[in-house]
């Protein structure tokens, strides 16, 4: 990884989820694609998630044959953005299958420019936790991991902390991206951090609790030694909504004194940060509308034209439009329409 990547990655980064973007015939958009990832960049983010949950995994399907075509538009953003404005952006990718199929979507992520990859667990469950480190670590002989620890109502699974321990002493792991949705889980992975032998960055990917991880630091006793971590930043399909005003929130909370009491007001934002999540996520139907949800959010402020997935099948559940109806009338602080109307006025005119 790049020096200057790595120390954003060190010191906590915000990274969105990237959704695609269709037309109605569900073919790629790829002006459309552009645009969304341009506002990403312009709200502030620090890098941006490619090929990932968010991004949906059928992209690799080679009947739809769109992961490199995805890959190279997203890096092509990016690159211009940083040479216009000399800002630092991480550009992750991730990588899902058997171990020859990672490896080789880290080796294409590596060739196009990409800085790490997320390790998806996703579809493996028949694999040993053994086979998975082994994975693991022949995908870090190619390109810096960060790891993933996926929750079980989406294809993931229960990891035990041995798992996690060996995980984090392969050199090439640099994060992990903890998405358990489980509060236990989620201290074994920060306990694993805290006791590996090389830094470790730990990052949210729990979106039904992401400023309370973002507040929290976990703190255990080695002997005469305290050993501490923190959540350092996120990479989240939450976060690929409302983009700006969280990033602004996450720059807010990072510039907090980590001694000090925390006040109030944050753990009233973590609830309704969490509510907005569930109608984004579509939580009252098991996940099942999650990437139509946030599809639909950027619809309604004119970032998509549809909320159209490339599975037919994939769309909004009963009643989750007026979910998002719901909280947008309760927390009318946390949308950021009035920033992405501005973009877009902008953006015309380029």
């Known amino acids: 990884m790049r020096s200057e990547a790595m120390q954003l990655l060190k010191r906590g980064a915000f990274l969105p989820a990237m959704p695609l973007v269709l ?87 590596k060739r196009l420019g990409y800085d790490a990859v997320l390790l998806s667990p996703g579809g493996l469950n028949h694999l040993s936790e053994e086979t998975l480190i082994e994975r693991t670590r022949l995908v870090a002989e190619v390109l810096d991991v960060i790891g993933f620890y996926l929750q079980v109502a989406v294809g993931g699974r229960v990891f035990t902390y041995d798992y996690w321990r ?24 920060a306990r694993a951090i805290a006791f590996a032998d090389h830094e470790i ?5 729990n979106d039904d609790s992401i400023v309370t991880d973002l507040l929290t630091e976990y703190a255990f006793q080695d002997g005469d030694t305290r050993r501490t971590v923190r959540t350092v930043g996120g990479l989240l399909g939450h976060w690929s909504a409302w983009t700006h005003t969280a990033v602004e929130m996450f720059r807010d909370i990072k510039a907090l004194n980590p001694g000090d009491p925390i006040p ?39 970032l998509m034209k549809g909320i159209w997935c490339l599975d037919p099948n994939e769309t909004l559940s009963p009643g989750q439009a007026e979910e998002i109806d719901r909280v947008y009338l309760l927390y009318p602080d946390l949308n950021d329409d009035a920033f992405v109307a501005d973009f877009l006025k902008r953006d015309q005119q380029r």
């Open 23 to 109: 037309d109605e015939d569900r073919r790629f958009d790829e002006a459309g694609q552009r645009r969304l990832i341009r506002y990403y960049l312009e709200s502030g983010v620090d890098g941006i998630a490619v090929a990932v949950h968010t991004t949906q995994f059928a992209i690799r399907d080679p009947k739809i044959n769109l992961f490199e075509r995805v890959l190279t538009v997203a890096i092509s953003e990016i690159a211009d953005y940083r040479a216009r404005t000399g800002r630092e952006i991480l550009a992750v990718t991730g990588a899902c299958g058997e171990a020859p199929q990672a490896v080789a979507e880290a080796e294409l992520a």
């Open 264 to 302: 109030a007001k944050w753990m009233t934002l973590a609830a309704q940060v969490t509510d907005v999540n569930s109608a984004f996520f579509d939580t009252r139907n098991n996940f099942a509308g999650c990437i139509a949800g946030m599809h639909e959010v950027l619809r309604r402020q004119g």
């Open 201 to 205: 960055a730990l990052y949210t990917g």
């Open 166 to 189: 060996q995980v984090c002493a392969i050199p090439g792991v640099k994060a992990i991206k903890c998405a358990a949705f489980n509060r236990y889980l989620t201290v074994d992975v």
